[in-house]
C-alpha cells in the first residue's frame, strides 16, 4: 500500500497490476473492445471546435488590466465549457518534449518490464486486456502514480527508462508551479481570499496514456464519458487529438495545439466555487492514422479535507448549493472515476 498522506484512498480501487494488451496488430475491433450503440463514438466525424477558449497566462504578468483580462477569460471558460487551453503558460518546451518522448519510450518496452512490479512499488501500470469499464476494455494502456510531493514518491517510480524520474520529476514540478498559478487567478476572479487552495491541493497524480492506432475507432473507446473528482485537471496530448468535450448535449473535439496545456474545471472546484465554474463531461476517443499519447495530472484534496462552497460566495442571496463532504467520502460514493455532484447538492 501507499505509505504518502492522502494518497492511499485514492488507489485502493486499482491497486492490480494488469497485463500488457496484445491487440497492437489486430486488422478489426475485438467483440470485447467494442462498446454499445449507446456509448461507442460512432462514424459521424466530430470537427476540432475552436471555441473552446485558448488563454495566453503571459499577459496576466503584463499589467493589472491584462491580468484582470486573463481572469475573466478563466472564469467565463470554467463557467461555459468547464474546459481551456493555455499557451505562454511558463514551462519549457523542451521539458513538455522530453516527457512525452520518455513515456512514448515506457510503453514502447518490453511487457514484462512494465508488468512484474509489485504495487507495493506505488505505481500501476495497465494494459487494455485487463481493464474493464461495464464489460468491455478500454483501448488504451496506462501507468498512474502520484507526484507530490517529489522526495516521497519519485523513489517509488519505475526505474526505467532510465530518464524517467529526472523527467517525469521536472515535469510534475513545472504542472505544479502551473496548477497553483490558475488556482491563484481563480481565487482573485472569485474573490475568495489568496492561497485558498494552497493547503487543499496536495495530492498530484498523474496518469499517462497511450492509446494504439484502432482499426475502427467507431466502436471503441480510449476512455469512457466521466467527470473528473479533481480540483483541477491538466492535460497535455501532444500533437495529436483525442479529448472530446460534452458542451450542450453535443461532443466536441479539443485540438492539440503545440505546447498547449487543457485545464478542466474538476468536481472539488465546481463545489468550492459554488457552481460558478462547471466540471464538464469528456471522454478520449482512437482514431485509425496513428498512436496518441497524453499526460494528465489531478490536483486532489486529501482524503481527510472537507470539501464545501467556500464561505465568502454566500450569503443569503446566495446559500450553499452543496453540502459539505470529506473528499473521502466523495471518493467512495462514486465508487467511479467522476461521480455528479448532483449528489450531494442541497434540495432547492
Known amino acids: 500500500m501507499f505509505k504518502f498522506a492522502g494518497i492511499e484512498e485514492d488507489f485502493r480501487a486499482i491497486m492490480e497490476i494488469k497485463h500488457h494488451s496484445k491487440w497492437f496488430n489486430v486488422q478489426s475491433v475485438p467483440q470485447c ?35 484582470m483580462e486573463t481572469i475573466k477569460q478563466l472564469l467565463q471558460a470554467g463557467q461555459q465549457f468547464g474546459f481551456f487551453q493555455v499557451i505562454n503558460h ?91 498559478t490558475i488556482l491563484e487567478l481563480i481565487c482573485l476572479g472569485l474573490g475568495i481570499e489568496s492561497g485558498y487552495f494552497d493547503e487543499i491541493s496536495q495530492v498530484q497524480l498523474l496518469s499517462a496514456n497511450n492509446y494504439p492506432a484502432c482499426p475502427d475507432p467507431s466502436l471503441t473507446l480510449g476512455i469512457l464519458k466521466h467527470l473528473d473528482p479533481s480540483l ?57 492514422r496513428e498512436a496518441r499519447t497524453s499526460i494528465a ?11 464545501e462552497p467556500a464561505k465568502v460566495l454566500l450569503n443569503e442571496y446566495n446559500p450553499p448549493l452543496y453540502k459539505s463532504i470529506l ?3 466523495f471518493i467512495n460514493a462514486s465508487k467511479a472515476f467522476g461521480i455528479h455532484t448532483d449528489a450531494i447538492q442541497n434540495e432547492a
Open 90 to 180: 511558463g514551462i519549457p518546451e523542451n521539458v513538455v518534449t522530453q516527457t512525452m518522448s520518455t513515456f512514448k519510450e515506457f510503453f514502447n518496452m518490453a511487457d514484462e518490464q512494465k508488468i512484474n512490479v509489485p504495487a507495493s512499488k506505488g505505481w500501476i501500470y495497465t494494459g487494455s486486456e485487463d481493464e474493464v469499464k461495464n464489460g468491455v476494455h478500454l483501448w488504451r494502456d496506462n501507468i498512474k502514480h502520484p507526484c507530490h510531493p517529489l522526495e516521497k514518491c519519485m523513489q517509488s517510480w519505475p526505474e526505467k527508462p532510465a530518464s524517467y524520474r529526472e523527467v517525469v520529476g521536472t515535469y510534475a514540478a513545472e504542472i505544479r508551479k502551473l496548477s497553483l
Open 297 to 307: 495530472i489531478f490536483i486532489n484534496p486529501a482524503p481527510n479535507c472537507i470539501v
Open 33 to 67: 473492445y467494442t462498446f454499445s450503440p449507446e456509448e461507442r463514438p460512432g462514424k459521424a466525424p466530430i470537427p476540432i471546435c475552436k471555441k473552446i477558449p485558448v488563454i495566453d497566462l503571459g499577459k496576466s504578468l503584463v499589467s493589472s488590466s491584462e491580468k
Open 327 to 329: 473528499y473521502r467520502d
Open 232 to 288: 483541477i485537471t491538466i492535460i497535455y496530448q501532444g500533437n495529436v487529438s483525442g479529448l472530446q468535450v460534452l458542451v450542450d448535449g453535443q461532443w466536441i473535439c479539443v485540438g492539440a495545439l503545440p505546447n498547449a496545456f487543457v485545464v478542466n474545471i474538476g468536481n472539488q472546484l465546481e463545489i468550492i466555487s459554488n457552481g460558478k465554474l462547471r466540471s464538464a463531461e469528456h471522454r478520449a476517443v482512437t482514431n485509425s
